[in-house]
């Protein structure tokens, strides 16, 4: 390890041990001392938002304290949205929960731009298939013939939302040919099959083995899921899948009387 990261790591811990140490008066359990610590720093601007915490291993070392004691800190920093862990990446101070319309069908990319951060998309696979119609969601709304999509967006380089997208090829035959890192799905099938109807279901879940690795979350990690269909003028557009970590995702929307 380079000399100068050691010496940075050393000045990180040696101000921790200080921060735990004037703690000590306090009667609370070690592990909530350890969360008001990662808290004031937040709090005072210390910790920014996207900033990256301290690692597991360090934060034992620099307390004194056992594995099981930071983790449970940890663990319930993050179930209080204060914090996101990501597996293999690191812990970071959350930034402030994405906002989705609950009542109306918005472009992620714009919704992200707007909110004043980066956009940027992953293509896992696009690809045309034949459905084994065993899929209700997918039997119930489009042929047997479908282009599908799989999709990971991105706020800041943060994860927020895996997009699976089953289209009607009828309604958009030039949907294999986009590049979706440049267009989003969204943007391109308002434009060949602009929307006239929608339709949204909610549900809480636990993401798939698959998609938890695409989010970088804990299979344990309740997740927000927006089951989406489109229609146009003419027909049926595309049903998507749209999943969200539950610590990084609202949805909110107005009605009036």
């Not at 010496?7 to 990180?12: P, T």
């Not at 289209?167 to 391109?188: R, S």
Request: with cysteine; glycine share 6%; aromatic share 6%.
């Amino acid at each position: 390890m380079d000399r100068y990261v050691k010496m940075a790591m050393a000045e990180v811990d040696a101000q921790l041990a200080v921060l735990y140490r004037n703690s000590r008066a306090d009667s609370a359990p070690a592990y909530e001392r350890v969360k008001n610590l990662v808290v004031s720093q937040i709090n005072s601007g210390q910790w920014p938002e996207g900033y990256q915490l301290p690692s597991e291993n360090q934060l034992v070392g620099a307390l004194g304290l056992s594995r099981m004691t930071i983790n449970r800190a940890l663990r319930e920093l993050t179930t209080d949205g204060l914090i996101v862990r990501m597996m293999g990446v690191g812990t970071f101070v959350a930034v402030a929960k994405a906002a989705s319309p609950l009542f109306e069908v918005k472009n992620i990319a714009d919704e992200i731009q707007e909110r004043g951060h980066r956009h940027r998309t992953e293509v896992v696979f696009i690809r045309e298939e034949t459905t084994d119609g065993k899929d209700s969601f997918i039997r119930d709304s489009l042929g047997r013939k479908v282009f599908h999509s799989l999709l990971v967006h991105f706020e800041d380089n943060v994860p927020i939302q895996v997009e699976e997208r089953f289209v009607n090829p009828a309604e958009a035959p030039g949907y294999l040919t986009q590049d979706f890192t440049a267009v989003t799905p969204n943007t391109y099938l308002s434009e060949v099959a602009p929307l006239v109807r929608g339709e949204h279901v909610v549900e809480a879940v636990l993401g798939s083995a698959e998609e938890c690795k695409l989010l970088g979350i804990a299979k344990s990690e309740p997740c927000l899921l927006i089951r989406r269909r489109t229609w146009s003028a003419t027909g049926l557009v595309s049903a998507a899948r749209l999943i969200h970590p539950g610590s990084r995702n609202r949805l909110e929307g107005t009605f009036e009387r």
